[in-house]
């Protein structure tokens, strides 16, 4: 397990987004038959409500690895976990709407 503790967040943060994708589908065909507007709201729901608990297990698990982190490897890890995070946000801003 001590050679899987550096790797620990993005380890994490794969499965935190494997868990709210399948919930996220199981919700859709839960409330498919239902008609849109009430699968869109419920499909909502489960996605907002996933990612604030995703949010808080990810910060957890990120604040006791980066308290942990005294060797190079760890910390490089956590880097790499970083920017993971960050290149799909750095994709949104770079794109501009016309004039």
């Not at 690895?65 to 910390?75: H, K, L, P, Y």
């Amino acid at each position: 397990m001590r050679i899987l503790r550096p790797a620990q967040p993005i380890l994490i943060l794969i499965v935190l987004v494997a868990v709210l994708i399948s919930l996220t589908v199981v919700a859709r065909e839960v409330s498919a038959h239902a008609g849109f507007l009430v699968e869109r709201q419920a499909v909502l729901g489960v996605w907002l409500s996933g990612l604030v608990i995703a949010g808080a297990i990810f910060a957890t698990v990120v604040w006791r690895s980066i308290r942990r982190a005294n060797s190079t490897s760890s910390r490089l890890l956590l880097v790499a976990t970083a920017v993971a995070l960050a290149s799909p946000l750095a994709l949104s801003l770079l794109q501009h709407p016309a004039p």
